[in-house]
């Protein structure tokens, strides 16, 4: 799950980080009122959307103007001004797509007086199964860029979990940013506070970019980004709270009720599979004889006819779905559980595009049995391959 910025930045001020202050605006006419309690002379507007990039972004409306999601005002009145203009407008960033993402929320913050940028993470090592710090002189910039441009500059280490973080790591920060003296100590004081909250939060990452040093010797986490582990959201009621739906695709969180494992993507043909290994297969396949799959959908090894029917109500609910493949190994799963759940989801949202069944393992001849004598148009396959050569076809052919 992943939060705004101005609340990871709550977070962190609980957790003792340096961030500058600020006051999120939920109404363009909360502007003025937010900028007056704040120190001035100058305030920073931001954009708050779940996406990266903002501040290089580009808003769709022309009457928002072109300085991008994230802008520096120098009077009141000109905070008002970026407010009234950015409410509402789409921001289209190099993460949301051309769709960009309606922005409904701002942040305005002290502004800060910087002297220099850094670039600061902590994320989850899956080889190693460690919390990582990823640390960069290059802050400000896309981290991807970096890493492919000039990888010598990004330095990242592990957390051993017996010991938890070490005197040490923060030292190699530090040494990492070129930080010496109070800087350094400042950088040693952050990376705890840092851990623990990526720890004691469940944290999945935690981004800081830019981190910055200001003119006046203090470290200051400028910006932050934080996800969180689903599975893990049960014991932080406060963090759930923080959910925002509307930046979340309508089809996820109506899978999400069903406990159904669903990812919207951008292709067309439906997927609904049992098992993350085999639906990563199948749309793998799928993109082999050229179509692209329009979601990753796990309906998992216990899934009931409701479940299943639920599923395909999802798929057909998208608009880009040209053709859907069901691909069933029947191993907890039963085929006949499938079939039972296809049949009603047809005849409840009726179909309108080709469908490709391929079933295999339990109770496979008593599902095909089913499909078959339902007298719907479903086009039966033997196996993977026949599956997605199939239903590739029959959306180029329609």
């Known amino acids: 799950m992943n939060i705004h910025e101005y609340q990871a930045k709550a977070i962190l001020r609980d957790f003792g980080a340096p961030v500058a202050q600020g006051f999120p605006v939920l109404k363009a006419e909360e502007a003025v009122a937010a900028a007056k309690k704040l120190p001035g002379p100058v305030y920073v507007v931001k954009a708050q959307i779940h996406a990266g990039g903002r501040g290089k972004g580009k808003f769709k409306e022309a009457s928002a103007g072109d300085k991008g999601g994230v802008r520096i005002a120098k009077s009141i009145e000109e905070a008002e001004t970026y407010a009234q203009q950015m409410f509402g407008a789409t921001l289209v960033t190099q993460q949301t797509g051309d769709a960009g993402k309606q922005v409904n929320r701002l942040y305005i913050e002290d502004g800060a007086d910087i002297d220099k940028e850094f670039y600061l993470s902590m994320l989850i090592d899956r080889a190693t199964s460690r919390i990582s710090f990823v640390v960069s002189t290059e802050g400000g910039m896309d981290i991807e860029k970096v890493a492919h441009d000039t990888p010598e500059k990004i330095v990242t280490f592990s957390v051993d979990?017996?010991?938890?973080l070490l005197p040490h790591h923060g030292r190699r920060i530090a040494d990492t940013l070129g930080l010496t003296g109070d800087l350094a100590k400042q950088a040693g004081d952050l990376a705890q506070k840092l851990y623990k909250a990526f720890t004691e939060k469940d944290m999945e990452l935690l981004e800081v970019n830019p981190l910055i040093?200001?003119?006046?010797?203090?470290?200051?986490?400028?910006?932050?980004?934080?996800?969180?582990?689903?599975?893990?959201?049960?014991?932080?009621?406060?963090?759930?709270?923080?959910?925002?739906?509307?930046?979340?695709?309508?089809?996820?969180?109506?899978?999400?009720?069903?406990?159904?494992?669903?990812?919207?993507?951008?292709?067309?043909?439906?997927?609904?599979?049992?098992?993350?290994?085999?639906?990563?297969?199948?749309?793998?396949?799928?993109?082999?004889?050229?179509?692209?799959?329009?979601?990753?959908?796990?309906?998992?090894?216990?899934?009931?006819?409701?479940?299943?029917?639920?599923?395909?109500?999802?798929?057909?609910?998208?608009?880009?779905?040209?053709?859907?493949?069901?691909?069933?190994?029947?191993?907890?799963?039963?085929?006949?559980?499938?079939?039972?759940?296809?049949?009603?989801?047809?005849?409840?949202?009726?179909?309108?595009?080709?469908?490709?069944?391929?079933?295999?393992?339990?109770?496979?001849?008593?599902?095909?049995?089913?499909?078959?004598?339902?007298?719907?148009?479903?086009?039966?396959?033997?196996?993977?391959?026949?599956?997605?050569?199939?239903?590739?076809?029959?959306?180029?052919?329609?």
């Open 213 to 398: 040093t200001t003119k006046d010797g203090k470290l200051r986490c400028l910006d932050a980004k934080m996800a969180f582990e689903g599975n893990s959201l049960y014991r932080h009621p406060d963090i759930f709270e923080l959910r925002d739906i509307t930046e979340e695709d309508e089809k996820e969180i109506e899978a999400s009720k069903h406990d159904l494992a669903y990812i919207s993507l951008d292709g067309n043909i439906g997927c609904m599979v049992n098992g993350a290994g085999l639906a990563m297969a199948t749309m793998d396949i799928i993109k082999l004889y050229g179509a692209f799959p329009a979601n990753f959908l796990d309906v998992g090894g216990g899934a009931t006819t409701e479940k299943v029917t639920a599923a395909f109500k999802i798929i057909t609910a998208d608009p880009n779905v040209k053709g859907i493949l069901v691909n069933i190994f029947g191993g907890i799963m039963r085929c006949d559980t499938i079939a039972e759940g296809v049949i009603a989801a047809v005849k409840e949202v009726g179909l309108k595009v080709p469908l490709v069944v391929r079933l295999e393992g339990t109770n496979v001849d008593l599902g095909k049995k089913i499909i078959s004598q339902s007298g719907l148009n479903v086009i039966s396959a033997d196996d993977l391959d026949d599956a997605a050569q199939k239903i590739v076809g029959a959306i180029k052919a329609a």
């Open 161 to 164: 979990p017996a010991t938890g």
